[in-house]
């Protein structure tokens, strides 16, 4: 017989709250089977599960989007190709959020180390430089060139 572990082994092993756990069987992500006595039984697959769903929220899942995408595949009794592919196309999606976020905190860290090169080396020339990398950033994030970018802020 299959070994199933309270809520308060599970909350031990793995480290997340017996509340946490609670509001995931509320929710719906996960629902253990009950005991006799109503209380929560997890499984060997039920540990496993909320293994992935940590996993999931670290690479930034909202709990909506594992409910409603990602915890579908793991009851799938047989394979539903056209449920496949649109959690894929969901993945490729929220990947492209993932790597637009990578490409915006590669400009901060840059700007943070221009910012710090020139405070520690001031000179006209690293001034200017950083001037020009800010005015290129905010081109970027107001997507094309305001009035204020063309006046020009004299390298302040």
């Known amino acids: ?25 509320r929710i719906g992500i996960l629902s253990p089977t009950r005991d006799d006595n109503m209380y929560r039984k997890y499984s060997r697959n039920d540990l496993i599960t909320l293994m992935n769903i940590q996993i999931m929220q670290y690479a930034d899942f909202s709990l909506e989007e594992i409910k409603e995408k990602l915890i579908g595949i793991y009851k799938m009794e047989t394979i539903d190709f056209a449920y496949c592919e649109d959690v894929a196309s969901f993945l490729d999606a929220k990947n492209a959020e993932i790597r637009k976020k990578i ?24 001034d200017r430089r950083l001037a020009e990398f800010v005015l290129e950033l905010y081109k970027d994030i107001r997507e094309n060139e305001p009035e204020i970018a063309e006046e020009g802020c004299d390298y302040n």
């Open 1 to 25: 017989m299959e070994k199933l572990y309270s809520i308060q082994e599970v909350s031990q092993k793995l480290g997340i709250s017996k509340d946490t756990l609670r509001y995931y069987d």
């Open 103 to 126: 490409t915006h905190l590669e400009k901060v860290s840059q700007l943070l180390d221009m910012a710090a090169e020139t405070l520690r080396d001031f000179n006209k020339e690293s």
